[in-house]
């Protein structure tokens, strides 16, 4: 059980383009999704923190204009990253916690490769 | 949340327990100290978590201090796959309360 699916696990795009990112929990209901970044040999970056039904939040230096979060439902969160350019090529990786109290770890997807040419 | 403390990098033969610390020296009384592990190029893993008692599951096991200012995440019979970089994090259980990660332990397990 807790299995977080991220889709697409790599990704190529143009620079100035939009590139979509889903994450879905698969058998549970996430009403807490975070979205990270991780660069080459460095640690995960919480970008923003997304309830269900509501705006996210995001972290400080995290453009909210470029990196659009929606979470409609509590199995789908979507990361778009808008006109995308070759600095935000990274790794993209979400979690997501189940509602339930006595698991209080998080679940991660397998993450997302972007690179921007 | 409290700050944690880990070796940069060790080294553990296969077959053989791979014991990793993490220093929480400023740990308060309501923070679990979890454990996720990460193998190159894919998402963390959970491990375990635990607040004042040792715990143990089917991957590893955390034994904690009692005082709880340290830990130590052991694999009791490391395997190739094991491989990754480990992260000690210390949070409060609460449903929104964020994961801050740290530089980990990469952890090489050789034949």
């Known amino acids: 059980g807790a299995v977080v699916s991220q889709h697409p696990s790599w990704v190529i795009c143009k620079s100035g383009t939009s590139v979509k990112i889903e994450c879905r929990s698969l058998?549970?209901?996430?009403?807490?999704m975070f979205w990270y970044r991780q660069f080459p040999k460095q640690s995960l970056m919480l970008m923003a923190t997304s309830n269900e039904g509501s705006k996210a939040t995001y972290e400080q230096g995290v453009e909210k204009d470029k990196f659009l979060i929606n979470h409609a439902s509590l199995t789908l969160s979507t990361l778009t990253v808008t006109s995308a350019h070759p600095e935000d090529s990274s790794f993209y990786i979400c979690?997501?916690?189940?509602?339930?109290?006595?698991?209080?770890?998080?679940?991660f997807g397998q993450g997302t490769r972007l690179t921007v040419v | 949340d409290a700050k944690t403390t880990q070796p940069p990098s060790m080294d553990c033969a296969e077959g053989r327990a791979a014991n990793l610390p993490c220093n929480h020296s400023?740990?308060?009384?309501?923070?679990?100290v979890y454990w996720y592990r990460q193998i190159h190029s894919q998402g963390p893993q959970y491990i375990i978590h635990g607040l004042k008692n040792n715990e143990t599951n089917e991957m590893a096991s955390l034994i904690i201090t009692e005082d709880r200012k340290s830990s130590t995440l052991i694999l009791p019979h490391a395997t190739l796959r094991d491989t990754a970089v480990y992260y000690c994090i210390a949070r409060n259980a609460g449903n929104n309360r964020k994961l801050i990660w740290g530089l980990g332990t990469s952890l090489a397990v050789n034949p």
């Open positions: 979690s997501a916690k189940t509602e339930r109290v006595a698991r209080t770890e998080a679940f």
């Open positions: 400023t740990i308060s009384g309501n923070e679990y």
């Open positions: 058998d549970f209901q996430a009403t807490t």
